[in-house]
C-alpha cells in the first residue's frame, strides 16, 4: 500500500456532489430537441468529459450532423437546463462521506483539490459552501485537453506542489479513470461499480475510504 499520498483529487460531478442525474436530465431534453433517442445507458459515456465532447458524441450516437451555430445553441440551452435544474442545490447535495473526509484530510495536513471537467465546478462548490477545504481548484475552464487526458490532474497535483505518486483521485467516471492512471496517479472508484475492474481501488462511497491506509 502506498503510505506516501499527502494529496486528494477529487473528481466533482458523481464523486463530491449528485449532480450527474441533472447532467443527465439535461442531455436528455436536448437529445429530445435533436430527436436522438437517449438513456441512462447512453449518458455513461458521458460521464467526467466536457460539455462540447458530450454533444459531439451524442450527435455521433444519432449519425447526425448540424451547424456550428445550431451547435452552440444546444450547448447554452443545455447548459441552461442544468443549471435551471440545481438552483436548489447546498450540502444536502454532498454524497456520503465527503464532508468528513474533506475535515479529516484538512486535519491532517492533506492537501485537497478538485479536478473536474465542468465549466460550473465553482460555481457549485460556493452553492455547496465546501471551497474551503480545497487549496486548489482546476475545472474545465483550466485546461486545453479535457478528461480522459490527465491534464486536470497533473496540474493539480502541480499546484498542490505535489508529484502524481503522492496522490490519490476520487473519480466515478471511465474518462476519469483513464485520464487519472495516464497521469500516474493512484485511481480510487467511487460509486460506480463498472469501475471496479479498472481501479487501484474501488468504494461504494467515501465513508468506506480509510485515510490511515494511504497517509
Ligand atoms: C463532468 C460531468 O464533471 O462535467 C459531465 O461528469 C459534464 O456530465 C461535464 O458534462 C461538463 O460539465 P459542464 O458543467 O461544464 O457542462
Ligand atoms: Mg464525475
Known amino acids: 500500500m502506498n503510505k ?3 494529496g486528494l483529487i477529487f473528481d466533482l460531478d458523481g464523486v463530491l456532489v449528485t449532480t450527474e442525474h441533472n447532467h443527465f436530465i439535461a442531455w436528455k431534453n436536448t437529445s429530445d430537441i435533436l430527436g436522438i433517442p437517449f438513456d441512462e445507458e447512453d449518458n455513461e459515456q458521458l460521464k467526467g468529459i466536457s460539455r462540447v465532447d458530450s454533444l459531439k458524441k451524442i450527435l455521433e450516437m444519432g449519425k447526425k ?3 456550428e451555430e445550431m451547435f452552440n445553441e444546444l450547448l447554452r440551452k443545455k447548459n441552461e437546463f442544468y ?4 438552483q436548489e442545490i447546498n450540502q444536502s447535495n454532498l454524497l456520503p462521506g465527503v464532508l ?16 473536474s471537467s465542468s465549466k460550473n465546478a465553482r460555481f457549485i462548490l460556493s452553492k455547496l459552501q465546501i471551497e474551503n477545504y480545497f487549496s486548489v481548484i482546476v475545472d474545465g475552464n483550466d485546461v ?34 483513464q485520464a487519472a492512471k495516464a497521469g500516474g ?10 469501475l471496479m475492474d479498472f481501479v487501484d481501488s474501488y ?12 497517509a
Do not use: W
Open 83 to 86: 443549471l435551471n435544474s440545481i
Open 144 to 177: 486545453s485537453f479535457p478528461k480522459p487526458h490527465p491534464e486536470v490532474f497533473i496540474r493539480g497535483a502541480e499546484l498542490m506542489g505535489l508529484i502524481p505518486s503522492e496522490c490519490i483521485v476520487f473519480e466515478d467516471a471511465q474518462s476519469g479513470v
Open 185 to 194: 496517479f493512484t485511481a480510487i472508484g467511487v460509486g460506480n461499480p463498472a
Open 203 to 214: 468504494l461504494p462511497n467515501l465513508n468506506e475510504f480509510s485515510l490511515e491506509e494511504y
Open 100 to 115: 468528513s473526509l474533506l475535515q479529516t484530510a484538512n486535519f491532517n495536513g492533506l492537501k485537497c483539490a478538485v479536478g
Open 4 to 6: 506516501q499520498i499527502k
Open 65 to 67: 450532423t448540424i451547424s
